[in-house]
């Protein structure tokens, strides 16, 4: 891809994974089957095993050649044509960016393209952003799974997303004009972008907040607000948006 890159999830990575996903507060694995770990040997462990297996089958997501993340396809069966993406595991420095999205672009590409007819989605039903996630990237969702597995001795329903090879040639022209480098001149305008694209997605009129840490080295971005507001001012489009949806736009010290 352009800023990211998939490898074969393997033990090399371990480090790189651990200090990424060290500084998030814990939520990220609220609706995982798997973490936190509690060290480095934990998370080593895990993808021991995890590297192992061919499904699920886990890449690790590498930025400027750091693994910063992990995603799998499971439920793989060429036979009808059908793939599942899952075990989607982004650090806090990957969440919201340009390479999150193309990460799983690239999955959806390569699916449909080697001959797969449909490519699947499925979350906890209460996990609110991975259901923004699915039909953010083009999924129709199909439904509720009622109690279909227990996590963590809680039941879970589960929802279901899915995207078919006809509707692929779509998503695939609006993902290549989303990632295309135009639309992106710095990480700032980057990080707008994907927020104003949420405003777009929610259902209510209240006003989207805009939060950017500049002191915090592992947050998304580190930026004051005033540079936001300056990115906003110099691309009428996304100001526009920006008016639209009611951002505001404050920083937050999180060091």
């Known amino acids: 891809g352009r800023v990211c890159r998939l490898e074969p999830l393997s033990p090399e990575h371990a480090e790189n994974l651990y200090?990424?996903?060290?500084?998030?507060?814990?939520?990220?694995?609220?609706?995982?089957?798997?973490?936190?770990?509690?060290?480095?040997?934990?998370?080593?462990?895990?993808?021991?095993?995890?590297?192992?297996?061919t499904d699920p089958l886990h890449f690790a997501i590498l930025v400027d050649g750091v693994a910063v993340g992990t995603i799998a396809y499971l439920r793989i069966t060429p036979g009808h044509g059908s793939i599942e993406l899952g075990h989607v595991?982004?650090?806090?420095?990957?969440?919201?960016?340009?390479a999150a999205t193309e990460a799983v672009y690239l999955l959806m590409r390569f699916a449909f393209t080697t001959g797969y007819r449909r490519f699947e989605w499925k979350c906890d039903?209460?996990?609110a952003?991975?259901?923004?996630?699915?039909?953010?990237?083009?999924?129709?969702f199909e439904g509720i799974f009622r109690k279909g597995h227990i996590i963590n001795g809680r039941s879970r329903d589960t929802a279901w997303y899915a995207a078919t090879d006809k509707e692929w040639p779509k998503?695939?022209?609006?993902?290549?004009?989303?990632?295309?480098?135009?639309?992106?001149?710095?990480?700032?305008?980057?990080?707008?972008?994907?927020?104003?694209?949420?405003?777009?997605?929610?259902?209510?009129?209240?006003?989207?907040?805009?939060y950017?840490?500049?002191?915090?080295?592992?947050?998304?971005i580190q930026a004051p607000a005033d540079r936001v507001h300056e990115v906003l001012a110099q691309h009428p489009a996304l100001g526009k948006r920006a008016a639209k949806y009611q951002v505001m736009v404050e920083s937050v010290d999180r060091a």
């Open 19 to 53: 200090e990424a996903v060290r500084h998030d507060d814990g939520s990220m694995w609220t609706y995982l089957y798997t973490g936190p770990f509690a060290d480095r040997n934990q998370l080593s462990d895990w993808i021991k095993g995890a590297s192992t297996t």
């Open 89 to 98: 595991t982004y650090s806090p420095c990957l969440r919201r960016t340009r």
């Open 125 to 127: 039903a209460l996990n």
């Open 129 to 140: 952003p991975s259901r923004r996630a699915a039909r953010r990237f083009g999924l129709t």
């Open 171 to 210: 998503l695939e022209a609006v993902f290549e004009r989303w990632l295309d480098p135009a639309n992106f001149t710095d990480a700032v305008t980057d990080y707008a972008i994907t927020f104003l694209d949420e405003a777009e997605r929610r259902d209510d009129t209240q006003p989207i907040f805009l």
């Open 212 to 220: 950017l840490a500049y002191t915090a080295p592992h947050w998304p």
